[in-house]
Nanobody, 121 residues
């Protein structure tokens, strides 16, 4: 099993930046990719970004492309989501996930508890 713990959320003003971290432990070698998803109140969970362990290939939602960057640190088994130029519509609970889903949440078998990101206007 894989355990995931997110951190780094908080309150930031429009145009600000935050970096989310997701520390993975357990059978991380069995996971093909790590992803970030988010869920705003009253909305469905949506894909944000994903990275493949084997070659660092990345995928982004159109809404965050050019503003967010996903990266990983193998030595620390940690994946990061660097967020720039934040907008109020980025406000959500952000979840990291491990598995092989890439853009689809259905393919991820392990999820973190989530971290709140609030962007004030």
């Amino acid at each position: 099993q894989v355990q995931l713990v997110e951190s780094g959320g908080g309150l930031v003003q429009t145009g600000g930046s935050l970096r989310l971290s997701c520390a993975a432990s357990g059978r991380t070698f069995s996971q093909y990719a790590m992803g970030w998803f988010r869920q705003a109140p009253g909305k469905e969970r949506e894909f944000v970004a994903a990275i493949r362990w084997s070659d660092d290939s990345t995928w982004y939602a159109d809404s965050v492309k050019g503003r967010f960057t996903i990266s990983r640190d193998n030595a620390k088994n940690t994946v990061y989501l660097q967020m720039y130029s934040l907008k109020p519509e980025d406000t959500a609970v952000y979840y990291c996930a491990a598995g092989a889903g890439y853009r689809s949440s259905n393919g991820y078998g392990a999820w973190g508890q989530g971290t709140q990101v609030t962007v004030s206007s």
